[in-house]
């Protein structure tokens, strides 16, 4: 019996020593690391909405056109161009779709501006004739395509401007002969170009540089010797504004 037990301690033992050499002869087992995380890329897809404040430029035209009982001291074919300046703010919306690092959407505005001059006609003496413009609200339709950078956006934008005209002449020596206005909404297009950064997932702010050009329209100023009637214009609008958008969530894009 005691044989025995001292065989079957010899075996135990003996199989106990063939495990420890064949796990110490396999190598030690590989150590994946965890991938690190990748912040993801800002999304520029979907509706957003803001406002934008800044400075414009009005190139104003106005040429008596001939037609109508001749006052206000200017012949057919002369006439002003004037450059006016001031404030301007208002309201944007719209839509981007990103697709990888493309970024195209449409965006409509609706902008105050206070863009306005007086010229004095001396065309005959000293003048008695005052003219004035005035250039108050302007809207735009447009396209836009840009390239993404992370939280950079870089755009261009082309497409439909408009703007509120007002032309007036006030006869400024009795009596008056000579007073009357009228407003028309002058159509046109405008190009532009812009950045944009997202600073948070839906908050967006931006800077922006704009130029519209605008045609030409009939300003038939009433006065007691009957209509004297302009083709009168903004030449031109230039702005430049600084913009904050709130974007609504879209669709994470991971990056990996």
Same mark, same amino acid.
């Given at each position: 019996m005691?044989n025995?037990?001292?065989?079957?301690?010899?075996?135990?033992?003996? &199989?106990?020593?063939?495990? !420890?050499?064949?796990?110490?002869? #396999?190598?030690?087992?590989?150590?994946?690391k965890?991938?690190a995380?990748?912040?993801?890329?800002?999304?520029?897809?979907?509706?957003?909405?803001g406002?934008?404040?800044?400075?414009a430029?009005?190139?104003?035209?106005?040429? =008596?056109?001939g037609?109508?009982?001749? @006052?206000?001291?200017?012949? /057919?074919?002369?006439?002003? *161009?004037?450059?006016g300046?001031? $404030?301007?703010?208002?309201?944007? $919306?719209?839509?981007n %779709?990103?697709a990888?690092?493309?970024?195209f959407?449409?965006?409509?505005?609706?902008?105050? &501006?206070?863009n306005?001059?007086?010229?004095?006609?001396?065309? @005959?003496?000293?003048?008695?004739?005052?003219?004035? %413009?005035?250039?108050?609200? &302007?809207?735009?339709?447009?396209?836009?395509?840009?390239?993404?950078?992370?939280? =950079?956006?870089?755009?261009?934008?082309?497409g439909?401007?408009?703007?509120? =005209?007002? #032309?007036?002449?006030?006869?400024?020596?009795?009596?008056?002969?000579?007073?009357?206005?009228?407003?028309?909404w !002058?159509n046109?297009?405008?190009?532009?170009?812009? %950045?944009?950064?997202?600073i948070? *997932?839906?908050? $967006?702010?931006? #800077?922006?540089?704009?130029?519209?050009?605008?045609?030409?329209?009939?300003?038939?100023?009433?006065?007691t010797?009957? =209509?004297?009637?302009?083709?009168?214009?903004p030449?031109? $609008?230039?702005?430049?504004?600084?913009? !904050?958008?709130?974007? @609504?969530?879209a /669709?994470?894009?991971?990056?990996?």
């Open positions: 005691r025995k037990l001292i065989a079957a301690f010899a075996c135990t033992t003996a &199989l106990v020593s063939t495990g !420890a050499a064949s796990a110490a002869d #396999l190598g030690a087992r590989p150590y994946t965890a991938p995380y990748i912040e993801p890329l800002f999304n520029w897809t979907g509706f957003y909405v406002g934008h404040i800044g400075g430029w009005t190139n104003e035209q106005f040429i =008596n056109n037609i109508g009982a001749p @006052f206000g001291d200017l012949t /057919p074919g002369q006439g002003y *161009r004037q450059r300046s001031g $404030i301007m703010g208002g309201a944007q $919306i719209g839509y %779709w990103q990888n690092n493309y970024v959407g449409m965006e409509g505005t609706i902008s105050g &501006l206070n306005k001059g007086t010229v004095v006609n001396t065309a @005959f003496g000293a003048g008695d004739d005052v003219f004035s %413009w005035r250039a108050n609200v &302007l809207a735009t339709v447009v396209g836009r395509a840009g390239f993404a950078v992370q939280n =950079n956006l870089f755009y261009i934008k082309g439909y401007a408009g703007v509120n =005209n007002r #032309l007036s002449v006030t006869d400024t020596v009795g009596p008056a002969t000579g007073n009357g206005g009228q407003t028309h !002058a046109g297009w405008t190009v532009g170009a812009g %950045w944009e950064y997202g948070t *997932r839906n908050w $967006i702010v931006g #800077l922006e540089y704009n130029y519209a050009a605008f045609g030409s329209q009939t300003y038939q100023l009433g006065g010797s009957g =209509n004297y009637t302009f083709d009168a214009k030449r031109d $609008i230039q702005w430049a504004v600084v913009r !904050a958008s709130y974007k @609504f969530d /669709p994470v894009i991971g990056r990996y």
